[in-house]
């Protein structure tokens, strides 16, 4: 015998009453499983009283109350005639109990009157009474473990009074853990047998039987603990098996997110997006479709191995199909089945795609787009695949606005480009038309000095300062044309600069005059040489000199010194004028800004001055910057450039100063379609007494040429019909040996303008309005 089965005989309460001499037991216990009870022992119990003219009664819960009266019909007892008859008795447990208790508790008084007369009822002839009962039960299966007993104890105490075999009903079930065993024992310490589990006839009254059924009792413990475990380790395995889909999917919408991040454009997104995503899912197909004007969806992406879904682009936002669908509604459609998709899409176009889900993509509450995914075969979408899918769509949804920004910001910055490349070129053009017309009036004005006419000498210097100052707006106009579009080239050779800044002085000197300013010029006595455009040089300190002349007050002081600092030459202009804010310090190298741009303190710029300084100087590798105390405290501009290392020879500087001697009168013949232009030039070069011929068209110069030889021609290259080159070709071919040198005026004096003119022979290319120093000297200089 096992220490368990020698503990629990030991343990065992021996039972209170004496055996019954005919039967071993008055009061016992029959054990059943909550799967199977045990009808037919009960059954039997109360049969084979009744069979020995006994009488019965059965409180059974409605569960088991018809199992046990057929099991007795099974065993040839007439039921209804014994229920008739008042010799079987039948009672609902529940009711029963609930008529019992008082205050949760079996009541003594209520018992006797209830059970306890039942019982006395039908034992009244003297016949012995049996009696089945699962009150008890239902008591310790509600946790009442101690009603339980008092009820036990009332049964008991019944059981002394009539002579009653009772047999107790219990679910082994109910005896749960350590506390179930013991509270077990309690129960059997109530009864003189117990019979184990089982429906067959066991016949167990004895210590066996009580042995079996707590080792039924135990090893229902341990089913329940297996079952407990499986049930744990199921969990666990789930919940594992939970955990490593997700890590899973995280890893596969990692992977999109790093393929999606490398997407710049829409193009990209939608090229990226496709395939990716399809991947991630396990998607036979995949649709990536973003909104458009009109109504309309636009397919970005488009990745599918369905051999029967056509290629297309657009799709109406109205069409009666999922993906247009989850759009227009921005929630998620989840199609498990092809009938599904019939059902609800019959108009869709046939399909082999058996399931599908679309994910509305939306980021702040916009709507982006929607991701559509189809598969081959049925699947039911779980909560985590929708949360998948709807997560790519969010990443997909971040990839598109990134998109977006990027192509909108592309698309106004090529307009802002192109605006500003119009505006560039409108300019251009606008200086070129201005400059035409200022040409003949320049001359004009020279042919009237030259004349020695007096009497209208004011006006004649009126318009001259007038049109210098258009012309002056109009090269400054022209000049950052040139240089924004990169065609202002520098003709630089080694020059000193004291040379550089008479010239400057020479152009801003008027002004200055004019408004009484002292000028200080602080030079050192060594001479300073750097390589430099002498002429573009010139032009920027001018500007400078010339905007300190402007910003001052008349009277004030203008300065300008220079001197070698390390390998750079440092100008200095410096004025006592009305000074600059700081904020505008910034900004005022800047085209077209001006400080103050009020009509009463306009004078007479376009805020193009130190946008030409600041270039002139950058293009001689130099820097400007600007200093000021503020308004009214005057201002000043610092230029540094680099300077030789050593000064150049004298050879080689001299050539740069030299001049030509004055040479004899010549016979010029000038072609210009422009009467005017033409005209006056010819007068100005007949007041100097050469001798002048005008042709308005390239046929009359060619006429012209065939007459008489010239030394020179002046040819306007932009003639119509014939072009300047045509003409000089054709008057060199007709004069041969004595064929003029040709000199070109035109508005056009780009590097490219020069050298075509050069090929073509041409000595000379002078811009309109022309320098007429140079012409002079040009007419002047020897024949070749
Ligand atoms: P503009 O003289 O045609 O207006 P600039 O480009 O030469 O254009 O100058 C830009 C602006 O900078 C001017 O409008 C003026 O307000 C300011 N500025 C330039 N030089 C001076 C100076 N010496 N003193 C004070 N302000 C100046």
């Not at 400057?504 to 002004?511: D, H, M, R, V």
């Not at 065939?706 to 002046?714: C, H, K, L, S, T």
Request: aromatic share 4%; with cysteine; glycine share 8%.
């Amino acid at each position: 015998m096992t220490d368990f089965a020698t503990r629990l005989l030991t343990d065992l309460v021996t039972p209170e009453r004496p055996a019954d001499p005919r039967d071993s037991w008055t009061h016992a216990v029959q054990l059943s499983a909550c799967a199977e009870f045990p009808s037919g022992r009960v059954a039997g119990f109360l049969s084979d009283g009744l069979q020995a003219n006994e009488t019965a009664i059965a409180i059974a819960t409605t569960r088991h109350l018809p199992g046990i009266l057929a099991a007795c019909r099974d065993r040839g007892v007439d039921v209804s005639a014994a229920q008739e008859r008042g010799t079987l008795v039948t009672l609902d447990a529940d009711e029963a109990l609930a008529g019992l208790l008082h205050a949760g508790r079996p009541d003594q008084s209520l018992f006797n009157s209830t059970i306890g007369r039942a019982v006395e009822r039908l034992s009244a002839d003297g016949r012995r009474v049996r009696a089945y009962g699962e009150m008890v039960d239902v008591l310790w299966s509600r946790g009442d473990t101690q009603a339980a007993l008092d009820l036990e104890a009332l049964w008991n105490e019944l059981l002394d009074r009539v002579p009653l075999r009772l047999l107790c009903g219990y679910t082994i079930d109910a005896f749960e853990g350590d506390a179930g065993v013991e509270g077990f024992r309690r129960v059997c310490a109530q009864h003189q047998s117990v019979t184990p589990v089982g429906d067959g006839d066991s016949g167990a009254t004895d210590v066996p039987g009580l042995l079996v059924a707590e080792l039924q009792l135990r090893n229902t413990h341990v089913q329940a603990e297996t079952a407990r475990r499986h049930r744990a380790e199921d969990a666990e395995r789930v919940a594992r098996e939970q955990a490593r889909e997700s890590h899973e999917r995280l890893e596969r919408l990692h992977a999109v997110t790093s393929v999606l991040s490398g997407a710049v454009t829409l193009d990209d997104v939608g090229r990226l997006a496709g395939s990716e995503v399809m991947r991630a899912v396990g998607a036979s197909s995949v649709v990536l479709a973003v909104p458009e004007a009109e109504q309309r969806l636009r397919l970005l992406a488009q990745d599918h191995s369905s051999p029967d879904t056509a290629d297309y682009a657009h799709v109406s936002i109205d069409a009666q199909i999922p993906l247009a669908e989850a759009y227009r509604t921005g929630l998620p459609i989840w199609i498990d089945s092809s009938i599904e998709l019939r059902t609800r899409y019959p108009d869709a176009l046939p399909t082999i795609t058996r399931s599908l889900g679309c994910a509305p993509i939306h980021i702040a509450g916009r709507r982006l787009g929607v991701l559509a995914l189809g598969f081959f075969d049925e699947r039911s979408f779980s909560a985590l695949d929708q949360a998948f899918v709807q997560d790519l769509a969010r990443q997909v949804g971040f990839a598109l606005e990134r998109g977006r920004l990027y192509e909108e910001a592309r698309r106004s910055e090529a307009r802002l480009r192109e605006a500003n490349q119009r505006k560039d070129e409108f300019l251009a053009l606008l200086g070129h038309e201005l400059r035409n017309p200022l040409a003949p009036i320049m001359t004009a004005l020279q042919v009237m000095k030259l004349r020695g006419d007096t009497s209208s000498e004011r006006e004649r210097a009126m318009i001259e300062r007038q049109v210098k100052h258009v012309s002056r707006l109009v090269d400054d106009l022209m000049d950052v044309s040139r240089i924004t579009q990169g065609k202002l080239e520098l003709k630089k050779a080694p020059v000193e600069f004291n040379a550089v800044l008479a010239q400057a002085i020479e152009w801003a000197g008027p002004l200055i005059e004019q408004r009484f300013h002292h000028l200080v010029v602080d030079m050192p006595r060594e001479p300073l040489w750097i390589n430099a455009d002498a002429v573009r040089l010139a032009q920027a300190v001018g500007n400078l000199l010339t905007n300190a002349a402007k910003y001052t007050d008349r009277g004030g002081q203008i300065t300008v010194c220079a001197r070698r600092e390390a390998d750079s030459l440092l100008i200095v202009v410096r004025d006592t004028g009305v000074g600059i804010a700081p904020a505008m310090m910034s900004r005022i190298f800047e085209r077209f800004v001006q400080v103050d741009r009020t009509m009463e303190n306009a004078h007479g710029g376009l805020g193009l001055g130190l946008a030409l300084v600041k270039s002139l100087i950058e293009l001689h590798g130099g820097t400007v910057a600007v200093a000021s105390e503020g308004r009214g405290h005057g201002s000043e501009f610092r230029i540094c450039l680099p300077t030789l290392a050593a000064s150049p020879s004298p050879v080689e500087a001299g050539r740069h100063h030299g001049r030509l001697d004055p040479s004899a009168l010549r016979r010029v013949l000038i072609v210009d379609d422009n009467p005017d232009a033409a005209d006056a030039l010819a007068d100005m070069l007949a007041a100097l007494g050469h001798e002048t011929e005008v042709a308005y068209d390239g046929v009359e110069a060619l006429a012209r040429a065939r007459g008489r030889d010239f030394d020179v021609a002046i040819l306007d290259l932009n003639l119509p019909v014939m072009d300047g080159y045509e003409v000089a070709r054709r008057i060199r071919e007709q004069s041969g040996s004595s064929s003029p040198r040709f000199i070109a005026v035109t508005g056009f004096g780009t590097q490219e303008d020069h050298a075509r003119s050069r090929e073509a022979g041409f000595v000379d290319h002078l811009v309109k309005p022309i320098d007429c120093e140079r012409l002079l000297s040009l007419l002047e200089s020897p024949r070749a």
